[in-house]
């Protein structure tokens, strides 16, 4: 509204994804925990997203590395999130990391981790990967931003931006939720009624059909009729 853009006029569009396609997929949490040396005992926490400031690496690190266990393995994927990386390397000091880099195989990713934390300092709406995971049915660990409310099943589960004791607790709380419980299930079923591809689609069907059909607002009409009467 401050920014000049009508209220009542505007409708919001949830995101929508392929809730089948991200299935939890046994077979490849078993394939890829076995290329990543990953035992039934370690627990895999992932994070899924760009290497920027925006993500918060180093916060996620730093809460990671204050709960001191040693059955952890923190899984990085996205955008120069490489073993090149130097800056990562450094946020790893003291924490078994597996940087993946790009990937397409996301389904696959969360299949074989038991937990996502995203850990974003800033600027989240509706992220795309926590539906993903949701789809998956696996624990998430959002940072208090956007709708990450929606994502969780506790809100135990959520913790302030840039702050990793505060993220570091709600990890700690999360790693006890079992993978696929109920409640998790509950949580999938309730958000793919709002969140699914065809429901995305219906609404943005919806609204071009009726900006296809509306008579411009007057000041719209009165520029378009001189724009015709200069031309004529």
Not at 34 to 43: H, K, P, R, V
Not at 64 to 92: H, K, Y
Request: glycine share 8%; net charge positive; with cysteine.
């Amino acid at each position: 509204q401050e920014l000049g853009y009508a209220v009542s006029r505007s409708r919001v569009i949830e995101n929508g994804i392929d809730f089948d396609a991200f299935r939890f997929d046994p077979d490849a949490r078993a394939r890829l925990r076995a290329q990543w040396g990953l035992n039934d005992n370690t627990i895999a926490i992932g994070s899924i997203g760009r290497f920027a400031r925006q993500k918060d690496h180093a916060s996620v690190a730093d809460a990671l590395r204050a709960l001191s266990r040693q059955d952890i393995t923190w899984v990085v994927a996205g955008e120069n999130c490489v073993p090149g990386n130097f800056v990562l390397t450094d946020m790893c000091r003291g924490l078994p990391c597996i940087p993946l880099g790009p990937r397409r195989d996301v389904a696959a990713i969360l299949s074989a981790l038991d937990l996502l934390v995203i850990g974003s300092a800033f600027g989240e709406a509706s992220p795309i990967v926590g539906l993903e995971a949701v789809a998956n049915e696996l624990p998430i660990v959002a940072t208090r931003l956007g709708n990450a409310h929606d994502l969780v099943t506790s809100v135990e589960r959520l913790a302030r931006p840039s702050d990793p004791a505060d993220l570091s607790r709600a990890i700690s709380n999360a790693i006890r939720q079992p993978r696929g419980g109920t409640d998790l299930r509950t949580l999938r079923t309730n958000l793919e009624s709002h969140h699914n591809l065809a429901a995305t689609a219906s609404a943005y069907h919806d609204l071009y059909a009726t900006m296809a059909t509306a008579r411009p607002a007057h000041g719209i009409a009165r520029r378009l009729s001189l724009l015709g009467a200069r031309k004529g």
